[in-house]
């Protein structure tokens, strides 16, 4: 891309056919097997985000190098261990690999890939340590963003007392946006939206048993819930809630970079 807009600086290339280049170059093709959107983070401040559920170990290792080598960088979720395995293995010797095997979740960079920090800073938030996961894929994304996520985990309302210092202590920080990841009977979110000043994005997990399980009744809650200021994502949405939060306070950063001059 900065090549293109050099030569249309220079007038050796003309604004028609950069757009025509920029177009052809959005999307790259893996054989028959995907089309990777490339150019996804440039365009719409999300990188595009390789799920690994449903790909064969071999599969998901050619889309997996191809990322890194067409963007210095691939993010893979849900990844079993085969897959993990087989990345790991084919990947370049001089790649960093960061691996959360708990959570199936793989970042690969090139050595000198560096994520530049936005500035936007997210408050993350689970009820119980089985909601841990999925707020780590959150964290995960968020971070991958640009922004810095302060978090604590197993506060939910089963011993409410432990929950608001650490809102508080977000709150004393500036948090942009709260995420709140809960399963069962997903009560947490609505707490922590009748207490803050900014937007809450409310995650349901699978978390849960007998009537209403797998997050049924937490989403139902979420959704149900009075209090104002609260969206919600799908049940064990760790993805996108972490791609909706970064996008809120990466664009908050912005406003208070502008206003600062």
């Known amino acids: 891309m900065k090549e293109l807009l050099r030569r249309v600086a220079k007038k050796e290339l003309s604004v028609d056919d950069a757009e025509k280049l920029l177009r052809m170059n959005a999307i790259q093709e893996v054989g028959d097997l995907a089309k990777l959107d490339v150019n996804r983070e440039s365009r719409k401040g999300v990188p595009e985000i390789i799920l690994g559920d449903g790909k064969t170990p071999e599969d998901l290792t050619k889309i997996t190098l191809r990322m890194l080598s067409e963007s210095g960088r691939a993010i893979v979720s849900r990844v079993g261990k085969q897959g993990m395995e087989a990345i790991r293995e084919a990947a370049p010797k001089d790649a960093i690999l960061e691996e959360n095997e708990k959570i199936g979740m793989l970042v690969i960079k090139k050595t000198d890939f560096h994520v530049k920090k936005s500035g936007g800073k997210i408050g993350l938030l689970t ?121 809120i306070a990466n664009q908050i950063a912005e406003a208070r970079k502008v206003s600062e001059y």
């Open 127 to 247: 009820a119980g340590t089985s909601d841990i996961p999925v707020a780590e894929e959150t964290r995960i994304v968020a971070e991958e963003m640009g922004c810095e996520v302060v978090h604590a985990y197993d506060v939910g309302v089963a011993g409410i007392h432990r929950l608001f210092s650490h809102l508080k202590e977000m709150i004393e920080r500036k948090v942009d946006v709260i995420v709140v990841v809960a399963g069962r009977e997903g009560a947490l979110p609505a707490v922590v939206a009748g207490c803050v000043h900014v937007p809450v994005i409310a995650v349901p997990t699978s978390v849960g048993y007998g009537f209403g399980e797998k997050g049924i009744s937490a989403l139902t809650a979420m959704l149900q819930a009075c209090s104002l200021g609260l969206a919600v994502v799908n049940i064990d949405g760790g993805v996108a809630a972490g791609a909706m939060a970064a996008l």
